[in-house]
């Protein structure tokens, strides 16, 4: 029976492995088409905007800080998930490379 077991067991483990496996491969397959998919998107709508998405996004952003910064009492954290940073850190280098202040400067300076 111990001999029945452990070539159940191991046929088993081959079985989950083979399974991981194909998992692997499906996820690189899905995520090499999902790149080809962004690249055609993004060659059509930086031909259309004249403008990449990500310097779009970008763009987006600042003029939606600029907006809670003025008219709300949002702290920097509630502002920065907002504006769909989940890193309270990248935001703050982002806020500070496109505006050059502190986010806590920022909101200062236009709350005034």
């Given amino acids: 029976m111990g001999i029945n077991k452990c070539f159940i067991g191991r046929s088993f483990v081959k079985v989950i492995l ?8 499906r996820v690189i397959n899905m995520m090499r088409n999902t790149a080809n998919i962004y690249l055609k998107v993004a060659k059509i709508f930086k031909k259309k905007m004249q403008i990449t998405p990500k310097a779009y996004l970008k763009k987006r952003r ?11 009492n949002l702290s920097p954290k509630e502002i920065a998930y ?3 940073f989940a890193n309270l850190q ?23």
Wanted: proline letters at 2%; zero cysteines.
């Fill in 18 to 25: 083979n399974q991981m496996k194909m998992d692997v491969i």
């Fill in 62 to 72: 600042v003029k939606l800080l600029t907006k809670l910064s003025l008219n709300s």
């Fill in 82 to 84: 907002e504006l769909g």
């Fill in 90 to 112: 990248v935001f703050n280098k982002f806020v500070r490379t496109e505006m050059g202040l502190s986010p806590r400067e920022l909101i200062r300076q236009y709350q005034k």
